[in-house]
């Protein structure tokens, strides 16, 4: 699994996840963003506004799928998970770089870019599982994005399980980590 934090975490802090899913059996994988932050502004900012850290972001993540699959680890039998900020970042590689996955994990994220910002990546998912969680009231990811994130991964082939949790605000409920599990039990 590749467990990407969100903004002003760590990568200690996203491990503690990877250690609640009690599979000492997985290899995980956590980057540590420069300065707590993969890009300066709001996953909603226009893109070059969050340049260069989100363009140094995507290719560190392209960088460890590779070096995961250069051990053995193909991309079909890896895990991407991300919260908030990390879950944006997280979705939006997937989404670029489309293609069979063990599976994806956005926890209060969706795709990067201004409302209207086309989306019509190449590739497709080839069935990849799919968890997205978020509040219906996050302070920070508007609703409509999660959806639409939902909508533009099933039309790339991703089998994709949306949850909204009521008045939940922007954190990591139980119920998600068991759809987290129940994801990765089935890699």
Same mark, same amino acid.
């Given at each position: 699994?590749?467990?990407?934090?969100?903004?002003?975490?760590?990568?200690?802090?996203?491990?503690?996840?990877?250690?609640?899913?009690?599979?000492?059996?997985?290899?995980?994988? /956590?980057?540590?963003?420069?300065?707590?932050?993969?890009?300066?502004?709001?996953?909603?900012?226009?893109?070059?506004?969050?340049?260069?850290?989100?363009?140094?972001?995507?290719?560190?993540?392209?960088?460890?799928?590779?070096?995961?699959?250069?051990?053995?680890?193909?991309?079909? +039998?890896?895990?991407?998970?991300?919260?908030?900020?990390? /879950?944006?970042?997280?979705?939006?590689? /997937?989404?670029?770089?489309?293609?069979?996955?063990?599976?994806?994990?956005?926890?209060?994220?969706?795709?990067?870019?201004?409302?209207?910002?086309? +989306?019509?990546?190449?590739?497709?998912?080839?069935?990849?599982?799919?968890?997205?969680?978020?509040?219906?009231?996050?302070?920070?990811?508007?609703?409509?994005?999660?959806?639409?994130?939902?909508?533009?991964?099933?039309?790339?082939?991703?089998?994709?399980?949306?949850?909204?949790?009521? /008045?939940?605000?922007?954190?990591?409920?139980?119920?998600?980590?068991?759809?987290?599990?129940?994801?990765?039990?089935?890699?």
């Amino acid at each position: 699994m590749i467990l990407v934090h969100g903004r002003g975490a760590t990568a200690e802090d996203i491990l503690s996840l990877g250690r609640e899913l009690g599979r000492p059996d997985l290899a995980y994988l /956590a980057p540590q963003a420069e300065g707590y932050s993969w890009y300066p502004y709001s996953f909603l900012a226009p893109m070059e506004r969050n340049e260069p850290g989100l363009s140094n972001g995507l290719a560190l993540l392209g960088h460890l799928v590779e070096r995961l699959g250069s051990e053995g680890i193909p991309p079909e +039998r890896t895990v991407l998970l991300g919260f908030s900020q990390g /879950a944006c970042l997280t979705l939006e590689y /997937a989404a670029r770089n489309a293609r069979r996955f063990g599976g994806l994990v956005g926890l209060s994220g969706g795709l990067i870019g201004p409302p209207g910002t086309p +989306r019509d990546y190449p590739g497709g998912f080839d069935g990849t599982p799919v968890f997205l969680g978020c509040s219906d009231r996050d302070p920070h990811i508007p609703l409509e994005r999660v959806k639409e994130t939902t909508e533009v991964l099933t039309r790339m082939g991703a089998t994709v399980t949306e949850r909204i949790y009521p /008045a939940m605000g922007h954190t990591v409920s139980e119920d998600e980590m068991e759809r987290v599990r129940e994801l990765v039990a089935g890699v």
